[in-house]
């Protein structure tokens, strides 16, 4: 048993390194979670010394403390790697706010790169779009669309294919991508896998159609219904059927839902409400990044 608590101490120290790397240059988030981390590995001291006196004075327990040992140190190890990958994440969120894009999309890039070698499509796919909905919030929809992508036929449960698809189609709605945005909906077979899912998956697709020559269609459906993703359907539609004045005022709901961000990222985008869009951006004051 000595070799397993030998290779367990040096996955350890491998996890202090690599939770010291992340939070080098994140150190209020490096505070609050190596607090936490810090009362973990005091509780960890105990579990290494109870087990190794027990190899000194008593062998007939030692492989059921062994065991013990063994299940918690791996708990330990999966909850550290989560809290650095979540590091990792808020330090690409900390780059975008603070306008160092480019840093930020290499450490966006470099963080998919890591994981597409780890074999967690789950976990990757739900860090992922955390970091793809921040780049679309800062007008770069399609590095979102590409970290996102790889996960469009990895093999998960329905509610994640589901999830994973409708995230898809609206960054490509917004780069203008609106064949591969239907493909991705059309996967969207059967029943919703979720409560919710079918009011999603309608929503994307009248954010579709208002962007790709159905407006009509597309008002139908956000007739009667609220929320910021509506009224952006109700501002494209508006545009595209020459109601100028129809769809400013949808834009300044999604302006007074979403703030600048939201209104930034039609701007950005390739439907037909984006140059009115640029128009209250700039006459707001609020600089946005192509």
Same mark, same amino acid.
């Given at each position: 048993?000595? #070799? *397993?608590?030998?290779?367990?101490?040096?996955?350890? $120290?491998?996890?202090?390194?690599?939770?010291? &790397?992340? /939070?080098?240059?994140?150190? !209020?988030?490096?505070?609050?979670?190596?607090?936490?981390?810090? $009362? &973990?590995?005091?509780?960890? $001291?105990?579990?290494?010394?109870?087990?190794?006196?027990?190899?000194?004075?008593? #062998?007939?327990?030692?492989?059921?403390?062994?065991?013990?040992?063994?299940?918690?140190?791996?708990?330990?190890?999966?909850?550290?790697?989560?809290?650095?990958?979540?590091?990792?994440?808020? @330090?690409? @969120?900390?780059?975008?706010? &603070?306008?160092?894009?480019?840093?930020? !999309?290499?450490?966006? @890039?470099?963080?998919?790169?890591? /994981?597409?070698?780890?074999?967690? #499509?789950?976990?990757?796919?739900?860090?992922?779009?955390?970091?793809?909905?921040?780049?679309?919030?800062?007008?770069?929809?399609?590095?979102?669309?590409?970290?996102?992508?790889?996960?469009?036929?990895?093999?998960?449960?329905?509610?994640?294919?589901?999830?994973?698809?409708?995230?898809?189609?609206?960054? !490509?709605?917004?780069?203008?991508? /609106?064949?591969?945005?239907?493909?991705?909906?059309?996967?969207?077979?059967?029943?919703?896998?979720?409560?919710?899912?079918? *009011?999603? =998956?309608?929503? *994307?697709?009248?954010?579709?159609?208002?962007?790709?020559?159905?407006?009509?269609?597309?008002?139908?459906?956000?007739?009667? =219904?609220?929320?910021?993703?509506?009224?952006?359907? &109700?501002?494209?539609?508006?545009?595209?059927?020459?109601?100028?004045?129809?769809?400013?005022?949808?834009?300044?709901?999604?302006?007074?839902?979403?703030?600048?961000?939201?209104? @930034?990222? $039609?701007?950005?985008? =390739?439907?037909?409400?984006?140059?009115?869009?640029?128009?209250?951006?700039?006459? =707001?004051?609020? #600089?946005?990044? !192509?």
């Amino acid at each position: 048993m000595m #070799p *397993v608590l030998l290779a367990l101490l040096a996955t350890n $120290i491998a996890l202090l390194v690599a939770q010291a &790397r992340a /939070f080098r240059r994140n150190p !209020r988030l490096g505070l609050v979670i190596n607090f936490d981390a810090g $009362i &973990r590995y005091a509780f960890r $001291i105990f579990y290494w010394m109870v087990p190794c006196a027990m190899v000194l004075a008593s #062998p007939a327990h030692v492989a059921l403390k062994a065991l013990a040992v063994l299940v918690t140190e791996v708990g330990y190890v999966v909850y550290g790697t989560v809290l650095v990958d979540l590091a990792r994440v808020a @330090r690409v @969120r900390s780059l975008l706010e &603070r306008g160092r894009l480019d840093d930020a !999309r290499h450490a966006a @890039r470099r963080f998919a790169r890591n /994981f597409a070698r780890r074999s967690e #499509p789950v976990l990757g796919a739900r860090l992922t779009s955390l970091l793809a909905f921040s780049l679309a919030e800062h007008g770069d929809s399609a590095l979102a669309a590409e970290l996102l992508s790889p996960y469009e036929t990895t093999g998960m449960t329905r509610p994640h294919e589901w999830w994973v698809r409708l995230e898809l189609a609206g960054h !490509r709605i917004v780069l203008g991508r /609106f064949d591969e945005a239907r493909r991705a909906l059309d996967a969207c077979t059967g029943a919703p896998p979720l409560p919710g899912y079918d *009011v999603e =998956k309608a929503c *994307v697709l009248a954010r579709l159609d208002a962007a790709d020559g159905r407006a009509t269609e597309a008002l139908a459906a956000a007739e009667g =219904k609220e929320g910021v993703r509506w009224d952006m359907v &109700r501002a494209h539609a508006f545009a595209a059927l020459d109601r100028g004045g129809d769809a400013r005022e949808a834009l300044e709901q999604v302006h007074a839902r979403g703030g600048d961000r939201m209104l @930034r990222q $039609i701007a950005t985008g =390739k439907g037909p409400a984006a140059p009115l869009a640029a128009q209250l951006v700039a006459a =707001k004051g609020s #600089p946005y990044r !192509r």
